[in-house]
């Protein structure tokens, strides 16, 4: 797929893109979408070029999101303001933002982040294989319990984290 997928303002109650497997010098993008209670994008491999990005927020029904092959998103990746979402899975995500060495990541613009914030269900959170984010990581206002993230190697400039979970790995 070449461009943007952009979903906002719908009455869907599940998204799914079975065969999507690329999108490239574009983005997907699901907001306020108010029945929505699903998002399976269970093919897609990467997101690539310098505008792309993935950011799913203010579905207030949301309950799952489900992205198993998404291994590379060369952007940012951007949960947030779901009250009811308690599951996000992204177990083969090893990298957000550009294939660099580390010694090559710059400070300036945070557009190559993760973040997730203000999901007031979400309680444990685990990407088994992310090893690199180019940018900062968010993980603020969330309900936590659990915070895993055990092959990273690699942080941008920071990560900033308010939680009450009781075990972070």
Known sequence: WQGNIEIEGTSASAISFSNLEHVTGGHIRVVSNPLLTSID???IVSLAGPESYVR???????????VPDLETVEGYLNVRQHDFLTSVDFPSLIRIGPDIPVEEIQTGPDLDYLQLYLNSALTPVTFPNLASVGGNIYLRQNAFETISFPALTIVGPGLHMDTTASQVD
């Open 41 to 43: 994008l269970p093919s």
């Open 56 to 66: 799913l927020q203010s579905n207030t029904q949301l309950e799952t999101i489900n």
